[in-house]
């Protein structure tokens, strides 16, 4: 059995992440000329900096290509570590843009996106069409990668140990921390990780009390992209991904002692329904951290010069 379910679970998370990355590629193609500049431009005022952020992360469904971007740009000398701060907290504001989306339940609409975007995409009247029907494909194959998750998740229910494991973690908030931040290291995808919660959270493996410390260290552990891909730039460049792992780490640290009084919260807005509740978490979570966080950027910029000197 448990051989079928992480297969299973393998073959899902392998179909969510071509959805992702044909996601990601169609929305460059149509963009990829203007993209550069358009980020620059839009990091002239600190708000305008996070909605940016919030914008292409939300677009290109992947916070990760947003850092790994920002990166290159600080490394290319287009913008600064301050603005790119503003860009790097928008995105992970933006990244919970795709957990959003899962969480309303239009799967008997896939069928037919699925339909429309594989006719777009070789009929080729022009490359506008093809790139709609690429990001149509995309989209459909997120979806059905969750559904071949959930199915292979679902004899989990039988294994005592799992469940012994979920319980855990309401009580000892590190743990879950630790497991999220492991495996989204692991998988260099923090919205898969989350697609994964909600869908043990759909068939009741999960309840939003042990998601909210997995998802905290979901967070951290999708920093570790955005560090690899700065071991090839400058200063500046590993300055960029450090930020990134700070304001991460910063944000979990504060709402640590909260983390119960946040999870009812989430609970109070959407009672009934536990996958959107984890998507609530998500982005509340992010939300939460750039309203408390905004006041520090000037902080961590400095701190980042003094870890990479």
Wanted: some cysteine; proline content about 3%; hydrophobic content about 55%.
């Amino acid at each position: 059995m448990l051989f079928s379910i992480l297969i299973g679970t393998f073959l899902g998370v392998i179909l969510f992440f071509i959805g992702m990355f044909l996601l990601t590629h169609s929305i460059k193609a149509l963009y990829s000329k203007k993209l550069k500049k358009f980020i620059a431009t839009l990091t002239i005022h600190p708000l305008l900096g996070i909605f940016s952020g919030i914008v292409i992360t939300a677009l290109m469904q992947s916070s990760s290509a947003t850092s790994i971007l920002v990166v290159s740009l600080v490394n290319s000398r287009v913008m600064n570590l301050y603005q790119a701060a503003f860009i790097l907290m928008g995105a992970n504001v933006g990244t919970t843009f795709t957990a959003q989306l899962i969480s309303f339940d239009f799967f008997f609409l896939i069928p037919h996106i699925l339909f429309l975007g594989v006719l777009l995409f070789f009929l080729r009247w022009n490359p506008l069409s093809k790139n709609i029907g690429k990001f149509l494909i995309a989209f459909s194959f997120l979806f059905l990668g969750i559904k071949l998750m959930v199915a292979s998740l679902n004899p989990l229910k039988d294994l005592m140990h799992f469940k012994t494991l979920m319980l855990s973690i309401e009580h000892q908030h590190l743990k879950g921390i630790f497991i999220g931040a492991m495996t989204t290291a692991v998988i260099q995808s923090s919205s898969t990780s989350i697609a994964t919660l909600q869908g043990l959270a759909h068939i009741g493996l999960i309840d939003i009390y042990q998601a909210v410390p997995i998802i905290m260290g979901q967070n951290i552990g999708t920093c570790v992209t955005t560090l690899f891909s700065s071991m090839a730039t400058n200063k500046n460049g590993k300055r960029a991904a450090i930020i990134h792992l700070l304001f991460n780490v910063t944000g979990t640290i504060f709402l640590y002692p909260f983390i119960h009084l946040f999870s009812h919260f989430v609970f109070s807005l959407t009672p009934l329904n536990s996958i959107r509740q984890i998507a609530n978490a998500h982005t509340l979570f992010n939300v939460f951290n750039v309203i408390l966080l905004l006041p520090f950027v000037k902080l961590f910029v400095f701190t980042s010069k003094k870890i990479i000197r």
